[in-house]
């Protein structure tokens, strides 16, 4: 066996220990922890937050080279998973020529390691591959919702500009209005202004609030689980394909296969104990256990 081979498969060993991953995401919320602090003015007196900077920096790369050292002999397979790619991304952009002393990028790039919070968490990592699934057809319900605001946003400008210009005195005008009134916060006094002008300006807030409120809201809802559930699906793929003892079957498929098995054996051994009419109460001894056998 070769020195690669032995450091690989210490190194995978030490990724997939419970230790390693509890390790990690303490340090990310240690370095969490640590930019809260510097929002602080207390923050320039103390000296030594430079070095923890630096000291969470060599924890994080070093993890990064585990985790690459585990795939052995094809790091490359590093990179073919996103949340690797991503974590790459955070830990390296520090490391860019011209990102030093305090600036907003570098500060964006230290906040981004708490989202490294994500990969460590299922349920956590099903949600953003929701969402990000999601974005397809969030792109048609956007496309929809800004037809709604258009035509709502036109119908209130003509409607209102001269008794409300504050509220719909334009199109941007208009357009702000109905968004705030998606939180329904605004309903009242919107509607008994439409009132004090005319009875029909009720049909006007009424038909947006089903069609908006209503509707295009229950619609993107629709969408959202829709792709949660294709999310869990997919994590759930993923985990069946997991073949670690490489006997050619996944092992959630093997664990499966061996409680099917002994399921099977139980009822053949209650089945024989019915047969050979065998009394399982511990208390008698053993020879008076069988009867007529």
Known sequence: MSD??????????????????????VMIGLNAVLLCVETYPVAERIAYLHWLEWFFRVVFVTEI????LAYGRRP?????????????????????PGLHGDTAALRIIRMAR????????????TIVTALLRSLPGVGGFL????VTFYVYGMTGWLIFKDAYPEEYGTIGRAVVTLFVLLSLETLPDLIQQGLDMSPWTLVYYVSYVLLTVNLLLNILIAVIVNSMEEARRLEMTESLAVDEDHDGVPDNIDRIQISQRLDDLRSMITELERDLRIDRDPRRPRAQSFKDV
């Open 4 to 25: 690669l081979t032995r450091v690989a498969r210490r190194c995978s060993r030490i990724v997939d220990s419970r230790a390693f991953e509890v390790t990690i995401v």
């Open 65 to 68: 080279a585990i985790r690459i």
């Open 76 to 96: 490359q397979d590093f990179f073919k998973h996103g949340w690797n790619v991503f974590d790459f991304v955070v830990i390296a952009a520090v490391f860019i």
């Open 114 to 125: 708490v989202v490294r919070l994500v990969r460590f968490s299922p349920g956590l990592r």
């Open 143 to 146: 496309a929809l919702a800004l």
